[in-house]
């Protein structure tokens, strides 16, 4: 049982590349969030997913998007990468949306030159 | 939109001494409040959470009040030890999991 996991663990873009973060979850849990965290600003979630096939924006959604076609996978797509998307990116995952713990990945770290 | 504000941003005690970290949240809907720990390089870690229909809930050390009228909640640790230095958050959700901005503890011997 691995729990929440993120591939890759580290990144290195040049700007206008494209990357997709791969996060994956074996506990047959029904919501997923992607988050990035930069120094100051906490946790700002990008977007999230009720279910497999749904997707819905979170706080800070412009230049990403997410694909959840299996359950167990939520896919974070950057078409063009830019400098201001320089940061740590978790993924998450928990039971339900309402009373249940959410499981954190263990992030990516990714760097936009 | 939904939101979550936290403070202090920062807070230094010496061992020994009580900490109190504060949140308040803006969407009345929200009826699940969990508090993560995150120690320096790691993945956020659930310490404590408690549900809309209940004031309050302790674990050893740390406890947790909440209000749902004033929408606010806030996170009780006592006799703090240096291992409980670390960034801790809070969150709120009603289907969206919002955290607020983090604090920073530091616990000196």
């Known amino acids: 049982n691995a729990g929440v996991t993120q591939t890759p663990k580290f990144r290195v873009l040049k700007t206008g590349q494209s990357m997709t973060l791969l996060c994956a979850q074996d506990m047959n849990h029904e919501y997923m969030y992607w988050y990035r965290q930069d120094p100051g600003m906490g946790l700002r979630l990008i977007h999230y997913?009720?279910?497999?096939?749904?997707?819905a924006k979170g706080e800070v959604p412009d230049g990403y998007n997410v694909s959840r076609l299996k359950k167990q996978n939520f896919l974070l797509g950057l078409e063009s990468a830019a400098p201001s998307q320089t940061s740590v990116y978790f993924c998450?995952?928990?039971?339900?949306?309402?009373?249940?713990?959410?499981?954190f990945g263990q992030g990516t770290r990714l760097t936009v030159v | 939109g939904e939101n979550v504000e936290q403070h202090p941003s920062t807070l230094s005690v010496q061992e020994g001494d009580s900490a109190v970290i504060k949140c308040t949240y803006s969407d009345s809907a929200s009826n699940y409040f969990p508090w993560y720990k995150q120690e320096l390089g790691k993945r956020p870690q659930l310490i404590i959470d408690?549900?809309?229909?209940?004031g309050e809930k302790k674990d050893q050390r740390i406890a947790v009040t909440l209000n749902k009228t004033a929408k606010h909640f806030s996170l009780h640790i006592t006799e703090t030890q240096p291992e409980d230095s670390a960034v801790y958050f809070c969150?709120?959700?009603?289907?969206?999991?919002?955290f607020g901005a983090g604090t920073r503890l530091a616990v000196h011997p």
């Open positions: 998450a995952s928990s039971y339900s949306g309402q009373d249940t713990e959410a499981f």
């Open positions: 408690i549900r809309s229909n209940v």
């Open positions: 969150a709120a959700r009603y289907n969206k999991l919002i």
């Open positions: 997913s009720v279910g497999e096939g749904t997707t």
